[in-house]
């Protein structure tokens, strides 16, 4: 078994825990577990991953239908599945501060979200490419853009279709294709469908313009789209990145050591003599652990021979690079942390998908719905028998189709809109500490979201198909940028307990505000249409009728928004450093010698998806880059491959 540290026996786990590993993986996340399995499997290099959670295999976890729990009751918030952070006061919007939803146990988000599986649009892995600015295109362009992630997309699952049954009676279509991997993350279908969803689809097919791809992940996922979730579908169970990459025998490798409770507090970084461009190298990173009291000779160092790899998340990365002394000089002053290496886009460029809900009264709706469940109870017997039997029915049903439209389809405003945003000063709705560098990569990427914004092949809304009256309206693309930056009580040097600030900044670019209110329109009249009217005849209940100017609309729209999908992304972002950005297309810290970050910190810009997929998919290829500098770059065998490891007797891991 696997490390296991607990604070009745850190002192023996301590002595087990070896001196030196060829790679040391900070954070056993969705990404984080990608890479260190992918960097273990070959047996000739050692892994450490360190992991603030525990090893936590529990039933709640993994399952689904009404065995599930529902991820935000309190327990995983204040308990030990999820961070407990909360955000700055959004200014712009509610005033309010907000619940800042992150994982925290090994397998990270990938653990505690919602299971749907999408991939975002060709355009938007290019738009990362785009976002290197013209000087440094074609060198982001040989590692990244769509044609250089797609294939890490492929291998990072495996794709069960949808059986012919459900192409028939859904409508569900595929193509194989997209797929073609063998990677226990499992992407499958669920076997039911309310009607009223499969009605919503049919009333989306009467509009002229909407686009139904045969398979949206194979870069075209804008229009309708049917999108698996990550279940397995032999037990329908989650899918996440501790089953696919830890228990899929990973944890068996004497290669591969775990350290679940303990932080990676700070990488330890030494000055490179004489060097000009790299000035420091990563030698390691300091550990401490979670509970208990602190080690008497404090943070301990483990040394990485080779690399240190930061998967920490979106939120932890960027706090555990400035803790580090690689960020904005502004920030690690306030907080103490002598400069290393000045990056002053550490922790800038936050991105996420705000949502709000909207609300209509179907008052011709189908049966059976959601509401069958528990308004009859003999459908509710039948479900029951039907998902005991094998996990089957209405109990399986997950929402699993969307519609993701371009802004030019679902505004006739959108070339005003377009227009406006380009004429704005890059740096009037930034923070106003924003280094010139950050600036200067935020005008590029204004070009780059105008680009996506005019184009029919990127979406900006994401409006759930769940056949309800009740639904999300999601933005996909946002304009405005946050900061995810240390907080000026952490005095960089201890157990790292003091969380960073994380300041969406929601709206503070008003762009936003107008595009949104715009998707409020839309669904508005999407309810008008005559298939919907026929169909469920729809009344709107939330905002109401009495929301009708744009006015309105907005301050509506602003006194409810969440900031968050969940989806925080870009706080390490791929770029050149004269852009704010923080990690080279070989995913290396700038100015760093073996030193990456491999998770959705690295996205420039927020694609057009849910983030999960995505977070797999960068795994696969910041491992794929790794290896490649790894065996261009020999080592001398100095240290006997073999790591000892012992049977826990202790090991409460209750997984099933
Ligand atoms: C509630 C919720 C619902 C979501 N729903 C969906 C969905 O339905 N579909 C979808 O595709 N996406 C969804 N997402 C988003 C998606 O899960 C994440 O974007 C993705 O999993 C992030 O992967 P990551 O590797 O970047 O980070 P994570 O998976 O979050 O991993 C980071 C890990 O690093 C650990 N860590 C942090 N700091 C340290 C440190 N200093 N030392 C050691 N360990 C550390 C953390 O504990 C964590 O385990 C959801 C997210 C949440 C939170």
């Known amino acids: 078994s696997p490390l296991r540290a607990d604070s009745a026996v850190i002192i023996k786990r301590q002595a087990e825990l070896r001196d030196e590993y060829d790679?040391?993986?900070?954070?056993?996340?969705?990404?984080?577990?990608?890479?260190?399995?992918?960097?273990?499997?070959?047996?000739?290099?050692?892994?450490?991953?360190?992991?603030?959670?525990?090893?936590?295999?529990?039933?709640?976890?993994?399952?689904?239908?009404?065995?599930?729990?529902?991820?935000?009751?309190?327990?995983?918030?204040?308990?030990?599945?999820?961070?407990?952070?909360?955000?700055?006061?959004?200014?712009?919007?509610?005033?309010?501060?907000?619940?800042?939803?992150?994982?925290?146990?090994?397998?990270?988000?990938?653990?505690?979200?919602?299971?749907?599986?999408?991939?975002?649009?060709?355009?938007?892995?290019?738009?990362?490419?785009?976002?290197?600015?013209?000087?440094?295109?074609?060198?982001?362009?040989?590692?990244?853009?769509?044609?250089?992630?797609?294939?890490?997309?492929?291998?990072?699952?495996?794709?069960?279709?949808?059986?012919?049954?459900?192409?028939?009676?859904?409508?569900?279509?595929?193509?194989?294709?997209?797929?073609?991997?063998?990677?226990?993350?499992?992407?499958?279908?669920?076997?039911?469908?309310?009607?009223?969803?499969?009605?919503?689809?049919?009333?989306?097919?009467?509009?002229?313009?909407?686009?139904?791809?045969?398979?949206?992940?194979?870069?075209?996922?804008?229009?309708?789209?049917?999108?698996?979730?990550?279940?397995?579908?032999?037990?329908?169970?989650?899918?996440?990145?501790?089953?696919?990459?830890?228990?899929?025998?990973?944890?068996?490798?004497?290669?591969?050591?775990?350290?679940p409770a303990h932080r990676a507090t700070k990488v330890v970084l030494e000055e490179v003599e004489g060097a000009e461009d790299r000035t420091h190298r990563a030698v390691g990173v300091h550990i401490a652990p979670r509970d208990g009291d602190m080690w008497e000779d404090g943070p301990r160092l483990v040394r990485a021979r080779r690399e240190v790899v930061v998967s920490a998340g979106s939120v932890h990365t960027p706090q555990v690079l400035q803790r580090s002394g690689v960020g904005p000089r502004d920030v690690l002053e306030a907080a103490g942390v002598e400069v290393k290496v000045e990056l002053p886009g550490v922790g800038f460029n936050l991105q996420d998908h705000a949502h709000y809900t909207i609300s209509f009264n179907y008052t011709t709706d189908l049966t059976p719905n959601p509401?069958?469940?528990?308004?009859?109870?003999?459908?509710?017997?039948?479900?029951?028998?039907?998902?005991?039997?094998?996990?089957?029915?209405?109990?399986?049903?997950?929402?699993?189709?969307?519609?993701?439209?371009?802004?030019?389809?679902?505004?006739?405003?959108?070339?005003?809109?377009?227009?406006?945003?380009?004429?704005?000063?890059?740096?009037?709705?930034?923070?106003?500490?924003?280094?010139?560098?950050?600036?200067?990569?935020?005008?590029?990427?204004?070009?780059?979201?105008?680009?996506?914004?005019?184009?029919?092949?990127?979406?900006?809304?994401?409006?759930?198909?769940?056949?309800?009256?009740?639904?999300?309206?999601?933005?996909?693309?946002?304009?405005?940028?946050?900061?995810?930056?240390i907080s000026p009580e952490d005095d960089g040097d201890s157990r790292g307990n003091v969380e960073p600030v994380v300041d969406w900044r929601t709206f503070s670019n008003p762009i936003d505000a107008e595009i949104t209110a715009e998707f409020l329109k839309l669904a508005r009249w999407f309810m008008q249409t005559e298939a919907m009217q026929k169909t469920f005849a729809p009344v709107e209940v939330s905002p109401g009728v009495d929301i009708a100017t744009d006015e309105e609309i907005i301050a509506w729209i602003k006194s409810r928004i969440s900031p968050s999908n969940g989806h925080l992304v870009g706080t390490a972002s791929l770029g050149p450093k004269e852009l704010g950005g923080v990690v080279g297309p070989d995913l290396r810290v700038h100015g760093i010698e073996g030193l990456s970050v491999a998770d959705n910190s690295i996205m420039r810009i927020i694609p057009g998806t849910h983030t999960s997929s995505t977070a797999y998919a960068i795994g696969e290829k910041a491992a794929d880059l790794v290896l490649r500098r790894a065996k261009a770059n020999p080592l001398p065998e100095t240290d006997p491959v073999e790591l000892p490891v012992e049977e826990d007797p202790a090991e409460e891991d209750n997984g099933e």
């Not at 009404?66 to 918030?77: C, G, M, N, S, T």
């Open 23 to 259: 790679f040391i993986v900070a954070g056993a996340g969705t990404a984080g577990l990608t890479v260190a399995d992918r960097l273990s499997e070959g047996g000739q290099y050692t892994v450490l991953v360190v992991e603030y959670g525990y090893l936590d295999g529990s039933h709640d976890i993994t399952a689904t239908g009404p065995d599930a729990r529902e991820p935000f009751v309190p327990e995983y918030r204040s308990g030990t599945r999820m961070y407990n952070i909360t955000s700055a006061p959004l200014v712009h919007t509610t005033g309010r501060p907000a619940n800042v939803a992150c994982g925290c146990v090994v397998g990270g988000s990938s653990a505690v979200n919602g299971m749907f599986f999408d991939r975002g649009s060709a355009e938007d892995y290019d738009s990362w490419v785009w976002a290197a600015g013209e000087d440094h295109e074609a060198e982001y362009a040989r590692e990244w853009g769509w044609d250089n992630i797609y294939p890490f997309f492929q291998k990072s699952v495996t794709f069960h279709p949808p059986d012919e049954r459900m192409q028939e009676e859904y409508k569900m279509t595929y193509d194989m294709a997209a797929w073609g991997g063998d990677t226990p993350i499992h992407a499958s279908y669920p076997p039911f469908q309310w009607p009223g969803t499969v009605a919503v689809w049919d009333a989306w097919r009467t509009i002229e313009g909407v686009e139904f791809p045969k398979e949206h992940g194979d870069g075209n996922a804008t229009g309708l789209i049917w999108c698996p979730n990550s279940i397995d579908p032999s037990d329908r169970t989650r899918s996440y990145s501790r089953r696919g990459h830890y228990d899929n025998g990973a944890n068996e490798r004497t290669n591969f050591h775990l350290l």
């Open 371 to 485: 509401g069958s469940l528990a308004s009859d109870p003999e459908f509710r017997a039948e479900a029951d028998r039907q998902w005991a039997e094998n996990k089957s029915g209405p109990h399986s049903s997950n929402v699993n189709g969307g519609a993701f439209l371009p802004l030019p389809f679902l505004s006739n405003r959108s070339e005003a809109i377009i227009e406006s945003y380009l004429a704005q000063d890059p740096a009037e709705f930034l923070p106003s500490n924003a280094h010139e560098t950050v600036i200067a990569g935020y005008k590029q990427q204004m070009k780059t979201m105008a680009r996506m914004f005019a184009s029919n092949r990127s979406a900006e809304l994401e409006w759930l198909v769940s056949g309800r009256g009740g639904s999300s309206i999601i933005m996909i693309k946002i304009v405005s940028r946050g900061t995810i930056l």
